[in-house]
């Protein structure tokens, strides 16, 4: 039986690079047959680490077949889950999140749920001195992972592990993480081939919020002015997703990261609301800057409010 290792929908990096690396170390160290798979596209900052490191993109989870053995990875979230992900045989859990519940196990399992930036991180640890054998590729992208991640350690997520992980990987890899991230953040922030709805759905996940439903989406980007240029396209675009997608609105960041802040668009007086009371601000016509907000984990996230 072949193990299928997978994250969450919307894969970003970590949730790209993160099942390759569980199924590498499940493969070539502990000797049991298993693969990395992919919940959709991922975006273009996972797609230049996988051309850099020259690893093989993951196929798709088309279906998932009831009982088949899996491992997730970078959430434990039933909503970014496949559907029937409970009707699979769970085998084990690694993540940085928080626990949200309501996935069903067919036993005991092993969860791993570390409060580190990165997922990748807590696998490096797991594999405690097997990660020696780990060839250039993996080593590259669990590098990536951890740089985007911690947004080349400007997330407040980041701690002293994550940063020695990625200092110690970059030494032996012969990478200098400056000039690497930088390409790894160009890649991320050229969106011009992205439909808005597309760019809506890139990097985003579901929350309820004093009963309302809210697709948070976050787009880092060392270029903000290419994805605020098409500011008004994207404000009529998100009330066709959030009717799409069943939620009550789209709350879009723009994240800078270069600057260290965020810009969220105001398209009405939800949002609005949404803004002034989670972030002790004041909204302009359409659109508000948060200075200092990079997290949707740390600083988005636990602070909505309505």
């Known amino acids: 039986m072949t193990t299928l290792v997978f994250g969450h929908k919307s894969p970003d990096t970590d949730s790209t690079g993160s099942p390759i690396i569980w199924a590498w170390y499940l493969s070539e160290v502990v000797g049991q047959s298993a693969e990395p798979r992919l919940l959709g596209e991922p975006n273009t900052e996972a797609a230049f680490v996988l ?57 005991p399992i092993e969860i791993t749920v570390r409060p580190l930036a990165c997922t990748a991180t807590i696998m490096h640890q797991l594999m405690g001195e097997d990660a020696a054998k780990m060839p250039e590729a993996i080593k590259g992208a669990m590098l990536s992972c951890i740089l985007s991640d911690t947004l080349e350690f400007r997330s407040p997520t980041t701690t002293p592990t994550d940063r020695e992980l990625a200092e110690k990987l970059a030494e032996e890899l012969g990478v200098t993480i400056p000039a690497y991230a930088a390409e790894m953040f160009a890649a991320k922030s050229d969106v011009s081939r992205f439909s808005d709805a597309e760019l809506l759905r890139m990097d985003s996940k579901e929350y309820e919020v004093g009963g309302k439903s809210f697709r948070v989406s976050v787009l880092e980007t060392t270029s903000p002015e290419t994805v605020l240029s098409r500011k008004d396209s994207l404000m009529k675009s998100m009330e066709t997703v959030a009717k799409e997608d069943g939620v009550d609105q789209v709350l879009l960041f723009v994240v800078d990261i270069l600057k260290e802040e965020a810009t969220l668009l105001v398209p009405n007086d939800l949002v609005r609301q949404v803004a002034e009371k989670s972030f002790s601000t004041v909204c302009g016509e359409d659109a508000v800057v948060l200075p200092g907000i990079v997290s949707r984990k740390k600083q988005i996230i636990p602070n909505l409010a309505l």
């Open 51 to 107: 051309e850099r490191w020259k690893l093989e993109k993951p196929k798709m989870l088309e279906t998932l077949t009831k009982d088949t053995e899996v491992v997730i990875v970078d959430t434990n979230n039933p909503a970014e889950l496949p559907d029937n992900i409970n009707e699979a045989d769970i085998a084990g859990i690694i993540d940085h999140h928080k626990l949200v519940g309501g996935l069903e196990t067919k036993g």
